[in-house]
């Protein structure tokens, strides 16, 4: 951490050992403080407003007050609740099944956009990567009814297919497609940003070794590419998946009325049915479900800053 | 050993300065009643409103009512808050007002767009203040039958009708009953659309009407407050007659997320027949939104459901006069005119009270059978049903 102090022992070059000992404690002292100082209200922010209520969740609905009983006892009674109902399970299934098939595509346009993206330098490629970017500007709400014009019943697609004499269109609106499109759309700038930066760092000078002993394209992206970007690539594939699976508002606007997305229908259960403790345990699953990614994202990520230091 | 202490006094240290800066602003805000009363002139006092209401009503909160009030009466402001689809809406902020009730805290809200009766446990509580012709003049003018309740006043109305495209229904075809809008979706699949439930009231109390239908047509059976759990097995007819006509619904039984869905279904020609609100489906006629080949009717039978929808203010909000002098005002007849012109909605007040030829122009809305849904509970059990029995053929517990 740079420490604005840092020069202030040699503006006064009398001094003796002892007070320049001092000095640099107070220093180190200084820095510490700022640090603290830096890292306390993201901290507080995460306890207070993430870790508290997110245990107090699981807490609620472990511990169940049985009919008749004073105490709230330890049960797993809201859990087999949310895993006997049909409706829960073929909702959970859902929403895992949008997520890999959404995570899955992401893969297929994006892996081939940043390799395209790191080797390019002309300006198609450059108009290409702005236009990668341009869903991040884009809000939620405005592409879902964006998206129903474009891909809804008489909508643009629907209307160009029936100029050149295809009238068979049937809508992914109000469909699982519908859902897969819109968040599809959505993660394409994020999940090309970071693997084009995640290529990037390869060094030319290794491709440009490899090629020079012979080996063809396929065998630079097997043996160098691949391997140099698996750590990206799994950032991008775990990051997606927790986006994914607790995403509202395209799945809200874009999805079925059944089965529905663990947001949407947490939301519904809370707001509609008004049963807070059912939405508690479809929220404490779903973040189950996603804590698991993300143990797998924070050792992606320490493996990394360990193999630096 | 010394280095531990000092990191531990540092610490400290950073506690004690983060608590004195949320220490401040409390005590800040401890003092402004005081200077406020000194000054009234000085600065507005403010005025927290807020809605859940659909996009229609939001809009015209804000840029309609909030700088006419502001206009008329310059010294409050409006702080004007849209809660649609967070948490469970305005209903969340009477939770907040209760909970700050029990605390002896600023609830910081002054008006819900919130109906009173839904919830006879807050009523019970003590939470709302009673509205009526002492504290708001204009009251008088409020027809009798959207006096629910005394601690909500009713504002403005509508009603779910149907609209249809006159292009491709004939005015002879047009379902004049509940059961021959029934035979109608069944003869022409894929040309009726009403949206879910809980996404919009044109989807609610489309299905509500159903339940109307096989309880016998009388909806003062629904009383509000908790669920009469012999009514509630009744609902299991309504998810038949649903789910037998959910084929013929458009695109094999989709239904859209909510009141403008819907109207865009209809709008763009997938539909041709769908539930929606009044006022949505005038507004939409007037700005083009809708082309004017649309019509609307409503049933001969029992009509839809619709109501009026009130104001509440929390016996604890800060601002009361603030509170009750908005309240009075959206009874005003500049208000009341403009719940007709700007948003096709019903007036609150007596036809009588608006100027002569207003009533003549909106005689095709005058209507005085509006059914009630009694919402809270009813409206839970109600959507529960519909996503378990009609949206899919799954059970609970399966």
């Known amino acids: 951490m740079p420490c604005p102090y840092g020069s202030s022992s040699t503006l006064y070059p009398m001094t003796t050992q002892s007070i320049s000992r001092t000095a640099s404690r107070l220093r180190q002292t200084y820095s510490a403080l700022l640090g603290y100082l830096m890292v ?10 993430i870790f508290l209520p997110a245990l107090q969740a699981v807490v609620r609905t472990l511990f169940v007050k049985a009919q008749g009983a004073t105490v709230p006892t330890l049960s797993l009674v809201n859990y087999t609740a949310f895993f006997g109902n049909s409706i829960a399970r073929s909702n959970l299934w859902f929403t895992i099944w949008i997520t890999l098939v959404t995570v899955a595509v992401l893969f297929v346009i994006c892996f081939p956009l940043a390799i395209y993206l790191r080797f390019s330098s002309s300006w198609i490629a450059n108009a290409v990567q702005m236009l ?95 391997p140099l970007v698996q750590r990206p690539a799994m950032i991008v594939f775990c990051l997606n998946i927790i986006g994914t699976f607790g995403a509202f508002t395209l799945p809200y606007l874009l999805g079925p009325a059944a089965p529905q997305m663990m947001g949407v229908y947490m939301q519904q259960t809370y707001g509609g049915y008004q049963d807070r403790t059912g939405a508690e ?24 800053r360990a193999e630096r230091r | 050993m010394k280095a531990l202490f000092s990191k531990v006094s540092l610490f400290g240290i950073v506690c004690a ?12 805000s401890g003092q402004a009643p005081a200077s406020n009363a000194a ?46 689809g967070v948490g469970e809406g305005t ?12 605390t002896n805290s600023d609830p910081q809200a002054e008006v819900l767009d919130f109906d009173a009766l839904g919830y006879p446990e807050m009523i019970d509580a003590g939470l709302w203040q009673k509205l009526d012709e002492t504290n708001v003049p204009n009251a008088k003018d409020v027809v009798k039958a959207a006096r629910t309740t005394e601690f909500s006043m009713a504002y403005r109305g509508s009603q779910v009708l149907i609209a249809y495209d006159s292009t491709k229904v004939p005015e002879n075809e047009v379902p004049k009953t509940f059961a021959d809008l029934i035979k109608w979706i069944k003869a022409h699949p894929g040309q009726f659309a009403y949206c879910r439930p809980d996404k919009g009231g044109s989807g609610g109390n489309f299905v509500d009407r159903a339940i109307y239908e096989v309880t016998g047509k009388d909806p003062t059976i ?30 094999n039984g989709s239904y859209p997320a909510g009141n403008n869905p819907s109207l865009q279904l209809l709008a763009n020609g997938s539909v041709s027949m769908i539930s929606a609100w009044s006022d949505q489906s005038m507004q939409a006629l007037s700005k083009g939104v809708l082309p004017d080949t649309i019509k609307l009717y409503q049933f001969t039978d029992l009509p839809m459901p619709g109501g009026y929808a009130p ?88």
């Open chain 1, 40 to 49: 306390l209200p993201p901290l507080l922010v995460m306890v207070f407003l």
């Open chain 1, 132 to 226: 990668s970017l341009f869903p991040l500007f884009v809000p939620g709400i405005i592409l879902a009814f964006a998206l129903i014009r474009f891909i809804g019943p008489h909508g643009t697609v629907d209307t160009i297919l029936q100029l050149i004499g295809i009238n068979r269109f049937s809508t992914p609106y109000l469909k699982p497609a519908g859902i897969i499109i819109g968040l599809v759309w959505e993660g394409i700038p994020f999940t090309v940003l970071v693997l084009t930066a995640g290529l990037r760092q390869v060094d030319n000078a290794l491709i440009e070794s490899a090629r020079d002993v012979g080996a063809s394209q396929w065998r630079v992206f097997r043996s160098i590419l691949l």
């Open chain 1, 281 to 304: 345990t479809q929220a404490v699953i779903t973040f189950l479900f996603s804590a698991i990614v993300g143990i797998l994202y924070v050792r992606t990520v320490t493996k990394q």
């Open chain 2, 17 to 28: 300065l983060f608590l004195a800066a949320c220490v401040m602003p409390a005590a800040n």
């Open chain 2, 39 to 84: 000054q009234p002139a000085a600065a507005p006092s403010v005025i927290n409103v807020y809605t859940d209401g659909d996009t229609n009503i939001s809009d015209w909160f804000a840029n309609i009512v909030k700088p006419a009030f502001e206009k008329k009466y310059p010294q409050y402001s409006v702080n004007f808050v849209t809660v649609r």
């Open chain 2, 91 to 102: 209903k969340t902020i009477a939770d907040r007002a209760l909970a700050a009730m029990k």
């Open chain 2, 222 to 251: 629904f009383k509000a407050g908790p669920v009469d759990p012999a009514l509630i097995s009744k609902f299991d007819d309504a998810w038949a007659l649903l789910r037998d006509i959910h084929p013929a619904i458009y695109d």
């Open chain 2, 311 to 398: 104001l509440s203010v929390p016996k604890n909000a800060k601002n009361m006069q603030g509170a009750l002098d908005f309240v009075n005002f959206m009874l005003s007849q500049e208000m009341q005119i403009s719940v007709l012109k700007d948003i096709g909605g019903f007036p609150a007040v007596e036809w009588t009270t608006l100027p002569k030829d207003l009533q003549s122009q909106f005689t095709s809305v005058i209507t005085d059978k509006v059914p009630t849904w009694p919402g809270g509970a009813w409206s839970a059990a109600r959507d529960k049903g519909w996503y378990e029995n009609v949206a899919t053929n799954m059970k609970q517990g399966e």
